[in-house]
């Protein structure tokens, strides 16, 4: 079974509203980490939000914000006042078990969005 | 945040022969590094952890002794793919991560592109 499953292979916003990227993940394990991506066509990978599976609040970064859904196990990226340079591939990845960066990440299959002027 | 090396950016050589890529953290000491291969528009699938002094630990299907992954010290990792082939043609990322809860994300490489004729 896919770990991470992200079921928009493309998503087009205009510019200026808002868009939800969505993710579910499927892990037996009780502490975890949900990390969102975002990949430009230079290839790097941008890290822009985290969120921890003890996490009561969803997490928020600027413009970025994850809508937390445990019991749904699902891991919503939200993107407020989509900007032009928001176009690029986005990613959904998982670490499973205790907190620390020393352990390896699943990704999902990415969204490619958008953003139209 | 923390800076992550890649070296080259991209490489282009003929079938049969060898290449060294560089995975340096620049500004911590990374306990773990991971090496991931990126074929285009697909996810980010991980090839292999390697930990400071010991031997990588590889995901079923990659070839251990094709892609040779060396991390002699806490500061660099290195792949090499030996006999390259068409095939061999991908983005490989690399991505560096420190023990402990301090962090959750890890920090990733700019990517390096190798193309083989």
């Known amino acids: 079974a896919q770990k991470i499953t992200q079921t928009q292979p493309g998503m087009f916003v205009q510019e200026k509203e808002a868009v939800t990227l969505d993710c579910t993940y499927d892990?037996?394990?009780?502490?975890?980490?949900l990390f969102w991506y975002k990949q430009p066509s230079s290839g790097e990978m941008i890290f822009l939000i985290y969120?921890?599976?003890?996490?009561?609040q969803n997490a928020t970064e600027g413009r970025y914000s994850l809508n937390f859904q445990k019991a749904r196990k699902s891991a919503n990226l939200v993107i407020s006042a989509s900007q032009l340079g928001d176009s690029a591939m986005y990613f959904c990845?998982?670490?499973?078990?205790?907190?620390?960066?020393?352990?390896?990440?699943?990704f999902g299959s990415g969204t490619q969005l958008t953003v139209l002027p | 945040g923390a800076v992550v090396s890649q070296h080259p950016s991209w490489v282009i050589c003929k079938s049969g022969t060898s290449v060294k890529i560089e995975c340096r953290s620049l500004?911590?000491?990374?306990?773990?590094m991971f090496w991931y291969r990126q074929f285009p528009k697909q996810s980010l699938m991980l090839m292999a952890t390697?930990?400071?002094?010991?031997?990588?630990?590889?995901e079923q299907g990659v070839e251990k002794d094709k892609f040779l992954i060396n991390h002699a010290s806490l500061t660099l990792s290195t792949l090499t793919v030996t006999s390259a082939h068409p095939e061999d043609s991908s983005f490989y990322i690399c991505?560096?991560?420190?023990?402990?809860?301090?962090?959750?994300?890890?920090?990733f490489g700019p990517g390096t592109r190798l193309t083989v004729l």
């Open positions: 991505s560096a991560g420190l023990a402990g809860n301090s962090y959750n994300e890890q920090f």
């Open positions: 390697s930990n400071e002094g010991s031997k990588a630990t590889y």
């Open positions: 892990t037996s394990d009780q502490s975890y980490g």
């Open positions: 500004d911590f000491q990374a306990t773990t």
């Open positions: 990845a998982m670490r499973e078990g205790y907190s620390g960066s020393a352990r390896q990440l699943t």
């Open positions: 969120q921890g599976s003890y996490d009561e």
